[in-house]
């Protein structure tokens, strides 16, 4: 005799995960974006301290902005790379050296 074998019998099994939102300064701060400061009279535009030269300068950046784009220091005129994180009405801007010296 032949016992019968269990293959078919498996139920599928719904694996549950509780998905935890991250907040967009918990993001910031794993991709260790410096803080930057907003200016409450204009919305987009920030103060950021440059890389190179430690100058802190007011940089605007386009409302729809994402991502990352080169633009030159004014005080110094070395290239920074600048990140900008947006979630809702909230964005974050950091710079950092567009050389790869850092």
């Not at 987009?44 to 802190?56: A, L, M, R, S």
């Amino acid at each position: 005799m032949r016992s019968s074998s269990s293959c078919g019998r498996w139920k599928a099994r719904a694996i549950r995960t509780r998905h935890q939102r991250t907040s967009l300064s918990e993001i910031a701060h794993l991709l260790h974006f410096q803080p930057t400061t907003r200016n409450p009279l204009v919305d987009d535009h920030f103060i950021v301290n440059c890389p190179y030269c430690g100058e802190d300068v007011e940089i605007y950046v386009e409302p729809d902005v994402r991502g990352t784009f080169v633009q030159d220091c004014e005080v110094c005129c070395n290239p920074w790379r600048v990140h900008v994180i947006r979630e809702d009405d909230e964005r974050y801007v950091s710079v950092s050296r567009a050389d790869g010296s850092e």
